[in-house]
Each structure stands twice: as structure tokens, then as C-alpha cells.
């Protein structure tokens, strides 16, 4: 093979230069989708729902505008909501807005109903607005709704329209703000406010993240090799392979999302590795003093490192393709643009790369990194193989004993989905949140639709039982229904002391005629977002003010315990179901990727050694490595989420390059006839050094991330570090030990593996 490199080296440059551009330009394509609900498929149980409740009810996406002041009573600051609400309601896409200007208050004077806005008119005294308040505080389709308790906050709700372009709309909504001044601190929340925020982080991470991790690889590859062909060269193959691999996701009709920005990082940071062992081995051929030539060279560096190289980078793109059993669709999406682009890389550096070198001059050797100026080895790596040597006793129960302590972190692991949990917390959606959550009773909605007759006193009755049950839990401040309103058309017509008063009516013909009153003196279409216009569809609306996983799933444990027994409950829906849901999904998806990859590991490291014990050896560190991972993430509090969920696939993936390449080189060492310790301190010291190259190269390219504006990208910038610190010291310190310890017939010459298997009949026999 490394004849025919050298031979058709301009064609192969050639080729290469004009594929990569060619699939370079489909990137101008390349399309941004910051919504967590296209990450699963539209058939889950809690997508359907959602989607049948929208049918009846329309789009539940809110934006919400919240006001802060002393108080929002002043005239001043009502003055500056209602001209906000007035030009915002204007906007194409906008539906339908809720503030204390839409707001209805009902109430009854000598049994006649009225139905008016809360506010006639804007107080101008300290009177009216007392007045104002004591009716506020007296509606519980008001207070607390969009008026927090305290009233240093108001809202304005917006209902968009399906499809409206959010980009767009945040843009005019933000131009009417800024038309309309005061002393009103301003937040913008919801999940479309969410999204749209989510959409500009990723175009910002990806103008920041990838030319940062180019310029730090440069500086890295200089540093290791200080010649710059052993900067350029790797450099072209991460460049060429990154950009193939990202031309995959436009070319193949997907978009970029928040997990397919961790592509192009990865592919920076995993390409770099085979180039690294190329330049390695032609720094350590032309120190060698002999007389070849550059073409000589190039063809041994390919004959030397093209199957170890290959058989780690196929072992690399099985772990990752293990994301192919993962529930998100990105994920899944990622192992194969990430996995493509990995084979692109193994070409280009086993193929390309000396077909380049073989068109340069010899360089004058340079001193390398972990070796002497003599070209011997540095005395630290030495040392270090030395004390796995000596202490290969201890390590493995050390190594033992504090991987079962870590991994009891296992049990605090946490999943998260929630989507306010991305941004850092000083950031304005974290702010929002915040405000939201505790003065309007949340952003984030559960939704229970009914069916039947919705005039019926045993259906609302029921309806109010469920509410009132609801409101009762610590993660809920605000529910709506339309029992509810039922019940303040009640108070409107009876007195105080009154059965009937702030109660459901015992007949269908009286809850009937309340609503044709409500018609008569109101709005039909206030009420549209409760209960359509048959009264065949009710809407409870449960607003959560904590949005974890775990408080999410105690809410629809107890609505399913409610619909268990009531038929009328036909679905149960809303964007917090769907993300419990999909936090639930992250969870499975992470257990399916992660055995996959183990598996498909175990069966690759014992095809390419013939042994059954090399796939056990091959996955012992990375299962360590494993343990550790998620222990650390459970005692430290990092949760699993849609990012750190992919972490073990890819860990599996990089890790196992360390094994197989300690391994393949202490098992040429074996066959030399040194003995294990020897073997074990050759292999430290000449491949170890490749291996420590590797994971500095994989941990300089990850460690850019934590410089993204999500915080689960940081963390998973963090957590790459401490898996291939981890795996670095499984393949260099654990390995080694076992190695020492118990014999492999695979690893061992082929003359003492066959004496040791008569020893062992010629014992049997005896």
C-alpha cells in the first residue's frame, strides 16, 4: 500500500483537496433547531398528547413579559404595560395576550351579572389604586396570575401563532420595549424566548468554540513537535476531516443543534490523534541518523502504524456509533456525521498525510517531548514506568477500592431536561426563570384535557377536585380551569353564606345558564384557552413553579392516579410532560448506548486479538472508567442531560485507543522475548508516550468548551477531561499492573504459549 501512496501522491493530494471543498460548500445550508422537542421522535406518549390538546386549545407556547417595579399600580408603569401590550398585539404571530388590561373581573349587583376588564381605567391616586389592588387581590383570574402577591411584578402573556418566524417576533417585540421607556426593570421568559436564546448561543459557541479549538490544537501540535510540519500536516487532516463530517448533517437534510455542536469539538479533537502517531514515528525514523529518504520515510511510517492506527480508529467509530441506540435523534445523528468523520480522518492521515510528507525535505531532528536531548527517554516517564512496575501489587487494589467509593456516587445522579438549566445563573433566562417561577406560579405547563359533557356538575365537580387536590403540592402555586371559572360566576350571582356561593351548581341547566350570562355580559373568547366552544373539551392548565425531574414526575403520578378512575381525563399533555418524558428517554438512551459500546468493544478487541481475555482486558479500564465518570458526576451534582448523556458512548470510543495500543505494543515486546517487567517499562516509555500525547491532544481540543454559553456543554468539557484522565490511567497504570500480575496466552510468544498448553495437558494426564 505505502508504493502506491508514493506513486499516485499528487492524485491522492488532488482528489482530497477537491472532495473536501466540494462538500465544504453545502454548509452555507447548514441550519440551526434550538427546540428540545424535535430531539424525539413525535410518537412518545406525552408528544401525542400534547399535540391532541393543541388541536382543541391551540398553541401553548407562551411568552412572557414581566414588569418589575415597586409597585405596578403606579401610573406611570400602567401607563407603559398597557402601550407595550397595545403595539405588541399588533405583531403578526402574535395570538392572543393576557395583562391586567385583558384581564376580566366578574361580579353581580342585584342579580345581574357584569363582566368587565379589571382596569376601566388607569389609577391616578393613592385611593384608586387601593381600590384597584383590594379588586385584584379579589379575582383569582388575576391575582398571582398576572399581578404577583406582592405586586412589585405584572405580566403580559403571549400566545403565539404556530409557525410564526420567533426570531423575527423577539426582534420587534424587543424594538416595541426599547419604543417605550421607563424605570421598569424588563424580563423576557417562556419557552419561545428560550429557544430563541438557545438559537443565538449555538451561533455564538460555533463562531467562538471551533476557531478557539483550531488555534489551541496549533499551539498544541508546535509544542510536541516544534517543526512546523508537525504542526501543518495534522492540522490538514483535523481541518479536512471536521469539514467533511460536518457537510454530512445539511447534505443528509438534518440541522445543527445544541448536541451537534460537540461534532465539529470532537472531530478536532479525536482527528488530531492519528496524525500525531504519523509525525511521531517520522520524527523518531529521521532522529535515527539513517540515510532513507523522504519517500522511504513516508512509506515506513505507513507500513509501520497503518494497523494499529486503523484497528483504533475503527474501534473508535464502533463506541461512537453505540449513540446509534440512543433515544435522541441528534445523538444519533452525531455517531454517524462524527463516525464518518473519523474514517475521513484515519484516511487522510494513513493515505494523505504521507503522501504530502513525501513531497517535503528532511528536517533537521528536533528534541521531543518526554525524551532527553540525547533522544533518550525523559527521565519523568521512566521514573513512572518504574513505579508501576514496583508498585504493581498495590495499584489494582487501590485502583479497586476507590473506584467502589466513587461509583456510590452513582446513586445521587440526577437527570435534567429542563431546558432554563442551559444557561448560566446570571444569565437572563436564568433571571426570568427565577421571577416567573416564584411570583406567577411558573412558565412551564402540564396540561389535562377533559371530554364529555362540560356542563355537567359531576365532570366540573371533579374537575375542581383535581385542582384543589393539585394546589395542595409544595411544586404548584397556580392551576386554571374551567371549573374555576364556574365558581367565579358563582360568587358574582350569590351572596356570601349562600350554598351556591363560590360553588359548582347541582344542575346542568343552572352551570348552562351561568354561561349564557357570562355571553350575554362578556367575551366567549376570553375563555377559550379553558374550554371550547361546545362545552364538549375542558383545558386544565398546572403551572409548575419546579421544574426538575423529579418534581415533575410526583405531578404525573398523581394525574395519572386520577385518570386512572375517571374516563373524562382523555390526555394528559404540555411541554412539562414532554420534558419529563424526555428526561426519562435520556436515561434509557444512556444505558442502551452504553452497553452497546462495551459490547462492541469486547467483540472488536478480541477479533483483532484472537482472544476472548484480550476483549475482557480491552474493556476492564474503560468500565472503570465508567464508574468513576458517573460517580463523580453523582457526588459532585453534575446531571445527566441531553450532552453529558453522550459522554460514555464517546469515552468508550477515545478510551479504548489507549488499550489497544498498549496492548498491540507490549504484545511485540512479549514476542521479543523480554519479560513482562521489561515489556511493561518498553511499552510505557515508547508507546506511552504516544498514548499521553493522545489524551493531551483529546483534553486540549474538549477543554475549549468550557468557554460555551451552555451550561451543559461546560460541563461536559470538564467531565471529557476527567473520563480520559481516567482512561489514560486505566490503559498506563491499571493495565500495566494486571499485566504484571496474570499471564495471557494471547500476549505471550507463540513458543511459550504452545509449551504452556502441553505443560497444562501433560498436568491434566497426570
Known sequence: MEKKIIKFRWWIIGISVIVTLGFSLVLTKLEIDPDMRNYFPRTMTSMVNTDKIEEVFGNQDLVIIVFETDDVLAEKTLRRVKEVERDISRLDGIRKTLSLFESKRIYGEEGIMYVEPVIQRIPRDEKDREELRSLIRDNDMVHEVVVSGDFKATSVILTLEKGVDEGVLFSQINSIISEHPGDETIHLGGLPYIREAINKNIVRDGLVLIPLALVIMLIFLFVVFREWRGVWLPFLVVVMSALLGLSLIPLLGWKFTLITLLVPILLIAVANDYGIHMIAKYQE???????????????????????????????????????????????????????IGILFSIFFSLVLLPALLSTLQRSAPRPQLLRDKSGGQNHLIQRFANFVVRRSKV???????????????????????????????????????????????????????????????????????????????????????????????????????DPLYDAIPPSREAVAQYMELYSMSGNPEDLEQLVDFNYENAHLVIRINDATNESVNKILDRLESFK???????????????????????????????????????????????????????????????????????????????????????????????????????????????????????????????????????????????????????????????????????????????????????????????????????????
Open 285 to 339: 525514523l529521521n532522529a535515527s541518523g539513517n540515510g532513507h529518504t523522504m519517500k522511504q520515510i513516508s512509506g515506513m511510517i505507513t507500513k509501520s502504524l497503518w494497523k494499529p492506527i486503523l484497528l483504533t480508529g475503527l474501534t473508535t467509530v464502533a463506541g461512537i456509533s453505540a449513540l446509534l441506540a440512543h433515544t435522541l435523534i441528534p445523538a444519533r445523528q452525531m455517531a454517524v456525521s462524527a463516525g
Open 395 to 497: 495499584i489494582p487494589v487501590v485502583a479497586l477500592v476507590l473506584t467502589l467509593v466513587i461509583s456510590t456516587g452513582i446513586i445521587f445522579l440526577k437527570v435534567d431536561s429542563n431546558e432554563e438549566n442551559f444557561f448560566p445563573e446570571k444569565h437572563e433566562v436564568k433571571q426570568a426563570a427565577r421571577i416567573i417561577n416564584n411570583k406567577f406560579g411558573g412558565s412551564e405547563n402540564i396540561s389535562v384535557l377533559f371530554s364529555g359533557d362540560m356542563l355537567d356538575p359531576v365532570l366540573l365537580n371533579s374537575m375542581e377536585h383535581y385542582r384543589r387536590d393539585l394546589e395542595k403540592m409544595d411544586e404548584i402555586d397556580l392551576t386554571m380551569s374551567f371549573s374555576g371559572v364556574v365558581r367565579q360566576i358563582s360568587k358574582a350571582l350569590n351572596d356570601p353564606g
Open 564 to 766: 386512572a378512575d375517571d374516563p373524562s381525563i382523555a390526555a394528559i399533555g404540555g411541554y412539562g410532560y414532554v420534558r419529563a418524558q424526555l428526561a426519562n428517554k435520556v436515561l434509557m438512551g444512556q444505558y442502551y448506548s452504553l452497553g452497546i459500546a462495551l459490547l462492541i468493544i469486547f467483540i472488536l478487541v478480541a477479533v483483532i486479538f484472537k482472544s476472548a481475555a484480550a476483549g475482557f482486558l480491552g474493556i476492564t479500564p474503560l468500565a472503570v472508567s465508567v464508574l468513576v465518570l458517573f460517580g463523580l458526576m453523582g457526588l459532585t451534582g453534575i446531571r445527566l442531560d441531553v450532552a453529558t448523556a453522550l459522554l460514555s458512548s464517546l469515552m468508550i470510543g477515545v478510551g479504548v485507543d489507549y488499550t489497544i495500543h498498549f496492548l498491540w505494543r507490549y504484545r511485540e515486546e512479549m514476542q521479543n522475548r523480554l519479560s513482562r517487567s521489561a515489556a511493561v517499562k518498553k511499552t510505557i516509555t515508547t508507546t506511552g508516550r504516544g498514548i499521553i500525547f493522545n489524551a493531551l491532544s483529546v483534553i486540549v481540543g474538549f477543554l475549549v468548551l468550557i468557554v460555551s454559553s451552555f451550561t451543559p456543554i461546560r460541563f461536559f468539557g470538564i467531565l471529557v477531561v476527567v473520563s480520559v484522565l481516567s482512561c489514560l490511567t486505566g490503559a498506563l497504570v491499571i493495565l500495566p499492573a494486571i499485566l504484571m500480575r496474570f499471564r495471557f496466552r494471547f500476549l505471550e510468544p507463540k513458543e511459550a504459549a504452545k509449551d504452556r498448553t502441553m505443560d497444562d495437558q501433560l498436568k491434566k494426564a497426570g
